[in-house]
């Protein structure tokens, strides 16, 4: 703020000054969160360019929680360039405005391809990942705007939240046809992640091969989507490589390679992995990584150990640590781990009855009906009522979300009539075989 006084005393001893020497000033107040000041050198300012304008406008939207200054003064400029839009568009991504997103890149004279990373981005802020792959689409068919780096990584990482494995095949090719693959490792990184998310590990490690200068992100990327598919060993080997090469790990390559463990069994390795945290990076481990050395060690059976494990750990336990704990309580019959388990699990989610049906179970076959009758009645006292299940289905049109119930879907009926049709198709061709066959006898 010193040195925001020392402009302010030259600013003032200035004999002439021109926008630049008010633009400077007034963005000095806004790097220093000062919107007041700011605000009063604008009113003051004799002349005004679109810089000016523009400076003032996105000092409200990156200051925070000010969209309703922007747009006021937005509405205001005599002369907006596209920057202006893109800014004022940008703000209400950044809010999670989605619809007001909407509306301003529906009014925008001409856009650029930071016009419609804006709206994808809205999207994404918003969760409606399903319109991020419209918008792209509607962008490639539509405009003349070629996407950069930062289109095609938000697309093909809402790909793989999504699972839409043939949407994001067509954003590699898109990817491939500018050149992005040879040069861009956030593309590559992107689409390492998208493959992996969409059950395509080989096509992974495919393209995780093909990248000359790899960065930390592409080592955790591969070496947990190898994890999470199964492939512990080969992680492992990545992880080893990975440190050969003086990468670095971080927490997030750590969940991988605990992941890893966890899916081979290797408790002693874990557990090794997870004090070199401490001792060899100085990482703090997280939830997650807790919540896999948990895993592992309950996997195992080493069910008191577990606890302690629990007991030690630098973070608070989670609901998903507990039902992990209450799981393998059912497998080894070990009812007083369940009941601790189920204990803090109440706490934490009072209203899910799936926990007391797990202990319930318990109960049941070890021959102690009166405590499972008991907590079945608990479960009832809960009045939750499970929330129905949902899926994303790709098409060619692009994706279709449907409802474990059915009854939220618009075309139900027809398609309830579809599903009768093939399943009076597939018993015709069973009686068809079964003739066959007993033809050929």
């Known amino acids: 703020m010193g040195v925001l006084a020392s402009a302010n005393k030259v600013f003032c001893e200035m004999a002439e000054r021109n926008v630049v020497t008010w633009t400077s000033m007034i963005n000095g107040y806004i790097l220093n969160k000062d919107l007041v000041s700011a605000r009063r050198f604008f009113d003051l300012s004799p002349e005004r360019d679109t810089v000016l304008w523009n400076t003032m406008v996105a000092g409200y ?28 568009l940008e703000g209400y991504a950044n809010s999670g405005d989605v619809e007001a997103c909407e509306r301003v890149f529906e009014e925008m004279p001409e856009r650029n391809v930071f ?5 994808i981005k809205g999207y994404t802020q918003s969760g409606r990942l399903d319109k991020v792959l419209g918008c792209f689409k509607r962008m490639v068919d539509e405009d003349k705007v070629v996407p950069n780096d930062a289109t095609l990584t938000s697309v093909l990482s809402a790909c793989a939240k999504l699972g839409a494995y043939e949407f994001g095949k067509r954003v590699h090719k ?43 992100i592409s080592w ?26 003086g990468v670095r790990p971080d927490k997030i390559t750590f969940v991988g390679v605990l992941c890893a463990c966890r899916h081979m069994g290797l ?36 069910l008191t150990q577990a606890v302690e494990f629990i007991n030690k750990m630098p973070v608070e336990a989670d609901a998903v640590i507990w039902a992990t704990l209450l799981g393998a309580s059912k497998v080894y019959k070990k009812v007083e781990v369940g009941e601790l388990a189920l204990g803090e699990l109440v706490k934490l989610e009072p209203r899910n009855p799936a926990n007391f049906v797990m202990l319930s179970n318990i109960y049941g076959d070890l ?4 405590d499972a009758a008991r907590l079945k009645v608990a479960m009832r006292d809960t009045g939750y009522k499970k929330e129905a ?20 879907h618009r075309r ?18 069973d009686d068809e075989e079964e003739e066959l066959q007993e033809h050929l006898i």
Not at 65 to 72: F, G, I, P, T, Y
Not at 115 to 119: K, M, P, Q, V, Y
Request: glycine share 8%; aromatic share 10%.
């Open 61 to 88: 939207i990156q200051t925070g929680n000010m969209m309703e200054e922007a747009r006021s003064l937005f509405d205001l400029m005599p002369c907006k360039d596209i920057m202006s839009w893109n800014t004022v």
């Open 115 to 119: 016009s419609w990373n804006g709206l």
């Open 174 to 216: 898109h990817g491939e046809g500018l050149g992005y693959d040879k040069v861009n490792v956030n593309f590559m990184n992107a689409l390492v992640d998208m493959y992996a998310k969409c059950g395509a590990i080989e096509m992974a490690m495919e393209v995780f091969n093909t990248i000359k200068r790899r960065d930390l």
């Open 220 to 245: 955790n990327t591969v070496i947990n989507g190898l994890a999470s598919h199964g492939h512990g060993t080969e992680a492992l080997v990545l992880f080893r490589e990975m440190r050969t090469c």
């Open 267 to 302: 408790v002693e390795d874990g557990l090794a992995y997870y004090n070199s945290m401490f001792t060899d990076y100085s990482i703090t481990p997280q939830i997650e990584h807790c919540g896999c050395m948990v895993d592992l060690l309950s996997r195992a059976g080493l």
């Open 367 to 370: 021959g102690r009906f009166d």
């Open 389 to 408: 299940g949902v899926s994303w289905i790709e098409t060619d049109d692009g994706l279709v979300k449907f409802y474990s119930s059915g009854e939220k």
């Open 412 to 429: 139900t009926e027809e398609l309830q009539r579809i599903l009768r049709e093939l399943r009076n198709f597939s018993i015709l061709l």
